[in-house]
């Protein structure tokens, strides 16, 4: 597919990883028009066999993505209206980047508060050059997140400390982000780069099916322990039974996988990744 016509996202693919660079002077405001778009590229991508990772970055210097377009209060109900039924459009966006069968990544240089926070959070990933900023301000201006800050931070760096930041409603650092867990790793701003494109397309290497029911998996986490286990091995089965699972397990008996030290076996796995890399 060949994602034209977008205004405000620059779309290069490049061996199996899309790379989507938001650009929407003056500074990435999430507003309407951009929601349309990463929205718009959702759906074409979560069904795209081309593609098996996202990567999103930024052609902004100073923001990822800003907070969302405050304009959307002025047109806010003055009285209270029924209690959603459904997700609001900037909600159903960010889950399907959360769900779509794709590793998704983000890759942070500089400032991503409220909406661009929320963004973020809605991905598989998050890497940060050191010096960038996160942060949920809502409550400082009276209300509370809307695009799902308060509950993915909640299950990603646990009760207190998401309070610290939604309730704070200060600016965390990237060290300091990574310490909480808020991302997954800061790194000086030269290595950012290099460090996202030999992950993403070392990912992109892997088969699809394994990439999409590790997600899965993983979104099983709410359950109890056991029935989380017997989704595993339900979405375990459903692997094994394909022909690529067949042919890297022939690959790697090949390779030696079962006459190497188990310290090989990165090694070997480093192997098969260049064995079904594309070339550039």
Known sequence: MGFE?????????????AFVTIDHPPFNLMDMPLIQELDRFSRE???DQGVR??????????????HVDLKFIETWPSELPPKPTELNPACQMFE???????ATIGKLEGIARGGGSELLLALDMRFAARGSILGQAEAAFGFITGGGGSQRLSRLIGRGRALEVLLGACDFDADLAERYGYINRAMPPDKLTPFVEKLAYRIATFPSDAIRLMKASVDTVHLPVELGLLEEAHYFNQCMITKEVRKRIAESLELGV??????????????LAEAHAIDG
Do not use: C, G
């Not at 996202?54 to 100073?62: I, K, N, R, W």
């Not at 079962?258 to 192997?271: C, G, H, P, T």
């Open 53 to 66: 990772v996202v990567v999103l970055q930024s052609a902004d210097p100073v923001f990822f993505v800003a």
């Open 5 to 17: 016509h977008y205004s405000f996202l620059k779309i290069n693919v490049d061996r199996r990883v």
């Open 258 to 271: 079962q006459r190497s030290r188990e310290d090989e076996l990165v090694n070997i796995a480093d192997k």
């Open 45 to 47: 991508v979560q069904d």
């Open 96 to 102: 399907r980047y959360r769900t779509m069968p794709k």
